[in-house]
């Protein structure tokens, strides 16, 4: 752990302005990021007496191992980069708000040629439109009912493709529950529109659509068509279903998004209900661990950051008022923020009496059980992977705690299509956007030790790369760095060039100032740089597997990270350069936490081998063509129906097909003749069955 002291900036040289200010750890990765009026204040606290932070401020102090701040032009600026930078760089000390993703969404893919309607859980996707959340049985008998009056497309990609193809709808089609879209029953623009109707009516223009039938059924009725008359009939007593499942609780006129939380020492639960027309239209809820020292108006404010901070979702989704426990820091300029983003006026109050009170207090009390369900469900969780990752380390007697774990597993058939998986457990939880497939070839991919050092040195070898990118970017910071003419409050200068050679004296500090007029906090945040190093390195193998992976650090440099292998066969663990294997207990959850990390590399070795795999099952007779990519093979078996084909076709009806010119159309003929350099009568077989594709 570093001492705050051996970075902490001079006075001075903190500037009084409003900004964001960024801690970082010895290995460059952003660690903190907070926001102050007065940024010399604000700094000032975390270093005037480290020992009396409280304990999570204390241990982010003295993680980091540097400080350097933004200046910006105001409140609102401020509040706009803080919210990019946690966006970007997701610090481990910021309080973030986790969906609980209990329950699915309604989901109408509007960025689709024809948009379907299904029930999702998970990320949000750009370009498709959200309801609810609801409860699972609750959604698919909203939906199975909707689909009656709106016939949306609901099948799969394979589905639509399958139908497209023989020219005959699925089920849904026959019995009238989809417009069918893919035999051309509807064009492409009716059944957008139709989709529009659906989400116009999820969206709250229930009545809308239940007037306009009634007058359909009125006019059926009058002109003596009772049929159509009892279809429509039926058709608003489905809609009214629908409509009337969620309670009146407040003014019709009324949409609102009404938050409450319930917290403790440690953690906090957030719940929102969603009223739409007067209406709950859907229910969420979120479950923080107060990682930073955030009063309740600091966690409100990062709870509307987070839920509305993404314009591309927050469109169509913020309403005309937000309803609040407390008031939120900064209120004022969190207001201006979500109006912005609305396009219109947003309020943001603090019920006190009446309907919305006693609806906040029905919120509060779902906030209450979600945080008492979440504690009862973690304790367990949390005390088998402590255990694991207390056993593990004891066993193994490694000096330092299990934080993160990266697992390695090499997969092939008789030595082709060699590939390797890279599996990332932090805190004994798999994080899967740390994934890392390789695909392995040349003499690397001779046997299984050549494949796992090479696999070690590629990873490391990125780690090192990215590291030194950031060391150089560290240092280029502090050659920027900016100072006030005193230490009375002066204006803020430039910095001159004698001000960097105090600023390489003292590397922990890199103080950057950028002109508020250039921020852009609607650029999307890069993807973060994959150079955090991991504690313990797993190898699916044994012995000789172990050693290739430490020659692998070894090689680089690498004296930090450790490494162990598990071998299948008697769930042995291997250390490096040792003649005896460390014998686990069968009933150790250490033991037990390897072999899952194991299997989980193993899996995601296996499905990318099964995909490299797969595609190189099928060759072509077009594949020996010099110039002769993927999508102009697709164009010419388009154009001529086969590869038979093709074969016939002259040169001036080659040229006929998209994207085949004249000089293309010759190397085809000249291939297929035998007077090219690369010709090749081979047809096109299956690999595995021997089945002839083509030709």
């Known amino acids: 752990m570093a001492n705050p002291a051996s970075y902490r900036p001079q006075t001075g040289e903190i500037p009084t302005n409003p ?67 946690i966006k970007e760089f997701k610090p481990r000390f910021n309080v973030v708000f986790r969906d609980d993703k209990t329950y699915p969404y309604l989901a109408v ?66 019995i009238d529950k989809c417009a069918a879209p893919c035999v051309s029953r509807i064009s492409p623009d009716d059944h957008r529109a139709l989709a529009e109707d659906f989400c116009a009516f999820m969206g709250g223009e229930a009545k809308r659509f239940i007037s306009k039938l009634e007058k359909q059924m009125a006019e059926a009725v009058s002109e003596l068509n009772y049929e159509r008359a009892a279809r429509l009939r039926d058709d608003i007593t489905a809609l009214r279903k ?18 409450a939380l319930h917290e403790d020492e440690l953690e906090a639960a957030v719940q929102v209900f969603h009223v739409r027309g007067g209406r709950i239209r859907g229910q969420r809820g979120w479950v923080v661990e107060k990682v930073e020292d955030s009063t309740t108006p600091d966690l409100v404010e990062h709870l509307l950051q987070q839920v509305y901070g993404d314009e591309d979702q927050s469109h169509g989704r913020l309403p005309r008022e937000v309803l609040v426990p407390v008031a939120p820091s900064n209120e004022a300029e969190l207001t201006v923020w979500l109006s912005g983003m609305r396009g219109a006026k947003v309020d943001i109050r603090v019920p006190q009496r009446g309907d919305k009170a006693a609806l906040m207090s029905t919120v509060r009390e779902n906030a209450e059980h979600a945080l008492k369900l979440h504690k009862t469900r973690r304790a367990g969780d949390l005390t088998v992977r402590s255990q694991a990752l207390q056993e593990l380390q004891e066993a193994l007697d490694l000096p330092v705690p299990l934080l993160r774990i990266e697992c390695f597993d090499v997969s092939h058939v008789q030595g082709t299509n060699v590939v390797a998986s890279m599996v990332v457990v932090e805190d004994g939880l798999p994080k899967k956007s740390d994934y890392r497939k390789f695909s392995i070839t040349g003499a690397a991919a001779s046997d299984d030790t050549a494949a796992m050092h090479d696999v070690l040195t590629r990873r490391f070898r990125h780690y090192l790369k990215d ?24 204006d803020l200068v430039q910095a001159e060039s004698g001000q960097t050679e105090r600023a390489k004296a003292e590397p ?57 292998g598990l071998a299948k066969r008697l769930e042995e663990v291997w250390l490096p350069d040792s003649d005896f294997p460390v014998i686990l207990p069968r009933t150790s959850q250490g033991l037990y936490l390897l072999q899952r990390i194991r299997d989980e590399a193993h899996r995601f070795a296996i499905s990318f081998h099964r995909q490299k795999r797969g595609k190189a099952m099928t060759v072509s007779a077009l594949d020996g063509v010099p110039g002769l990519g993927a999508s102009k093979r697709k164009a010419l078996l388009a154009h001529f129906g086969s590869v038979k084909g093709v074969k016939a076709a002259s040169a001036a009806e080659l040229s006929e097909a998209k994207g085949i010119g004249p000089a293309l159309a010759s190397a085809i003929v ?26």
């Open 19 to 85: 900004g964001v200010y960024r801690f970082r750890d010895p290995n460059g990765r952003v660690i903190y990021v907070g926001k102050a009026k007065s940024l010399r204040s604000r700094l000032n606290s975390y270093f005037a007496n480290p020992a009396g932070l409280l304990p999570k401020t204390y241990a982010m102090v003295h993680a980091a191992s540097s400080v350097e701040w933004t200046v910006v032009g105001s409140e609102l600026e401020s509040l706009q980069l803080e919210y990019t930078w």
């Open 109 to 174: 893919t509007m960025g689709e040629k024809y948009p379907r309607v299904q029930v999702m859980r998970g990320d949000k996707k750009k370009g498709t439109r959200y309801f609810g959340p609801y409860t699972a049985g609750a959604i698919r008998e909203t939906m199975d009912t909707l689909l009656r009056v709106f016939p949306v497309r609901s099948c799969s990609a394979g589905v639509f493709k399958r139908a497209e193809a023989s020219g005959r709808p699925c089920l849904l089609g026959y």
């Open 242 to 259: 629908v409509f009337e499942r969620n309670a009146v609780v407040l003014a019709e006129d009324t949409d609102a998004d009404v938050f």
């Open 467 to 490: 590291k030194s990118a950031q060391v150089d970017e560290s240092v280029l910071n502090a050659g920027e760095a900016t100072d006030e003419a005193d230490a009375a409050g002066a």
């Open 508 to 564: 922990g500090l890199a103080a950057v100032r950028e002109d508020s007029a250039l921020l852009d906090t609607t650029t999307p945040a890069p993807r973060a740089k994959f150079a955090y190093p991991p504690n313990l390195v797993v190898v699916d193998g044994g012995k000789p597997q172990v050693n290739a992976a430490a020659r692998a650090l070894e090689d680089l440099g690498i004296d930090d990270v450790y490494v162990v």
């Open 670 to 695: 000249n291939h297929f003749s035998g007077s090219g350099p690369e010709a090749s009568p081979v047809p096109a077989i299956n690999m595995t069955t021997g089945e002839v594709l083509e030709g």
